[in-house]
């Protein structure tokens, strides 16, 4: 049966059979996973380029030989502050983090099924050390506590919760102590946004909004700070995340909106 596009964004083409693997029981595929990185990164964190989500493609691409696949990446790849590559085994999917504001530069690991994917997780490492720092062994990789999944098919629902929290709460603490939404009248923001200020919509993830139900962030991307990653930054708990079915529906609404 011929399959139909429902839409692309940016460059990730999205299917009716992609929405399939949101149903309850289904394994997240890697084209809903890059969607969702790439929102992220365009809508969520916009105006903030300190902040890189890898597409699965381009993880599994690092297994390659670097060299050839380097007009693949983000010319600026060595500039950003924090990557996340999402890990697949084929059966299994889980996140793993680089952080380069820790001294020295580290590696974090979140598997909601026990460490099911440690060894992928840990040559994935290895290879963006040879790209990032041009050798292997050097940075530490943490294995971190997380919230655990209950069956074996929402893997990529928590890796798309993973990356969506830490990715806002590192774009969170880059914001300047005091919002401009304050020296700015909200009449005026919402008619007409200065052409250097930015005004950042929130998560379909994060449950309340604020009056205008919109937009959280107003800032100045001038103004962004380089944060300190204290070890709390890497704690997620249960009540930090959507239920994986309400996230689930979350992610086919988003797509919906999108077709």
């Not at 890059?34 to 990164?41: A, I």
């Not at 304050?182 to 379909?204: G, K």
């Amino acid at each position: 049966m011929r399959d139909t596009l429902l839409f692309s964004y940016r460059d990730v083409a999205v299917y009716i059979s992609d929405t399939l693997s949101l149903r309850e029981g289904q394994w997240l595929n890697d084209t809903i996973l890059g969607f969702y990185f790439e929102y992220l990164t365009h809508e969520i964190l916009r105006g903030d380029n300190s902040i890189l989500l890898l597409k699965p493609a381009l993880v599994q691409l690092l297994q390659a030989d670097l060299d050839s696949i380097k007009t693949a990446l983000p010319p600026d790849i060595h500039a950003k502050d924090i990557i996340f590559a999402p890990i697949g085994s084929g059966t299994h999917w889980s996140l793993l983090v680089y952080c380069r504001q820790t001294q020295p530069p580290s590696f974090h690991y979140f598997d909601s099924m026990a460490n099911a994917n440690y060894h992928h997780a840990l040559a994935a490492k290895h290879r963006l050390e040879l790209l990032l720092l041009g050798t292997q062994s050097v940075a530490q990789m943490v294995t971190h506590s997380c919230p655990q999944q209950e069956n074996s098919y929402d893997c990529g629902v928590f890796v798309v919760l993973f990356a969506d929290l830490l990715a806002r709460r590192y774009a969170d603490l880059r914001l300047p102590p005091k919002n401009i939404a304050q020296d700015v009248p909200r009449a005026v923001l919402s008619r007409r946004v200065p052409h250097d200020v930015i005004r950042r919509p929130m998560s379909p993830f994060v449950q309340t909004a604020n009056d205008s139900g919109t937009y959280f962030d107003v800032f100045r991307p001038t103004a962004l700070r380089k944060p300190i990653i204290e070890p709390t930054f890497w704690w997620i708990d249960y009540g930090d995340l959507f239920n994986p079915n309400s996230a689930r529906a979350t992610l086919l609404n988003l797509i919906n909106k999108h077709a």
